[in-house]
């Protein structure tokens, strides 16, 4: 049983491998994703502010039409003040023209001010312009670096998968239909015994005859906490120590 225990730690360091590969595999793509959503959302960004952009400029040459309208009246008003006959009638003209002046200027003013907005407005579209070449190209260099860790992940995966075929078959369908269920649900199906009588994993006190039967290994002994397969504690020999039951 000593061999077999030995083959399940070497096939669990395996299947740990492949967990860890394949979660890098789903993760990666997902990192991808977020950057490109990130760009996505920069993007449309840009697009809102070039339609305010868009939208303040229509309604500033909007007041320009309004102002050259206010123009035109002032110096229509001012050619009636060559043919008035009376002071009354003179007086209501010019009147009539300084209001006119004051709505001219209230147009201008506002035109302005939509233009300033305007400018502010496209500044912000170039600068979040430039943000987005910077972020498209710093994706680009990710993407590139991301399809080469998978090409060589997939490669390790590939390895791996195939050492591991290869070691199950030497191991016992009965132990290894044991270590199968342990490893889909735990991920790190071996747990060490110490001296002391305590599962590496989850840190429970075993009983002593369960402690004792992990140190004889003479079958599959597993946690009653946390249900992984238990063994001594090896040294970097692989030799199994000699220790007492607690």
């Not at 991301?146 to 195939?162: F, I, P, R, S, Y």
Request: glycine share 4%; charged share 35%.
């Amino acid at each position: 049983m000593h061999s077999i225990i030995e083959q399940l730690r070497v096939l669990n360091d395996l299947d740990v491998r492949l967990q860890s590969i394949q979660r890098d595999l789903e993760r990666l793509p997902k990192t991808l994703e977020e950057r490109e959503q990130e760009l996505k959302a920069l993007r449309e960004q840009i697009e809102r502010r070039k339609e305010e952009v868009k939208r303040l400029r229509a309604d500033a040459d909007a007041m320009d039409l309004e102002l050259k309208s206010g123009m035109d009246t002032l110096k229509r008003l001012a050619s009636q003040l060559n043919v008035l006959r009376t002071s009354k009638e003179f007086d209501v003209v010019r009147r009539q023209m300084d209001a006119q002046r004051v709505w001219n200027s209230q147009i201008e003013d506002k035109a302005l001010a939509l233009m300033n907005q305007a400018d502010e407005k496209q500044k912000d579209v170039e600068q979040l312009g430039e943000q987005l070449s910077a972020q498209e190209q710093a994706l680009a260099a990710e993407r590139a670096r991301v399809e080469k860790d998978l090409e060589e992940l997939k490669a390790q995966q590939t390895g791996l998968a195939g050492q591991r075929k290869e070691l199950a078959k030497e191991v016992p369908d009965k132990e290894l239909a044991i270590y199968d269920r342990i490893v889909v649900n735990r991920g790190q199906a071996i747990a060490t015994v110490n001296a002391s009588g305590y599962c590496s994993a989850c840190h429970m006190k075993l009983p002593p005859q369960i402690h004792n039967l992990a140190l004889l290994a003479q079958e599959l002994v597993t946690c009653p906490s946390c249900m992984r397969i238990l063994t001594a504690k090896l040294n970097n020999a692989g030799a199994q120590e000699e220790t007492q039951a607690g």
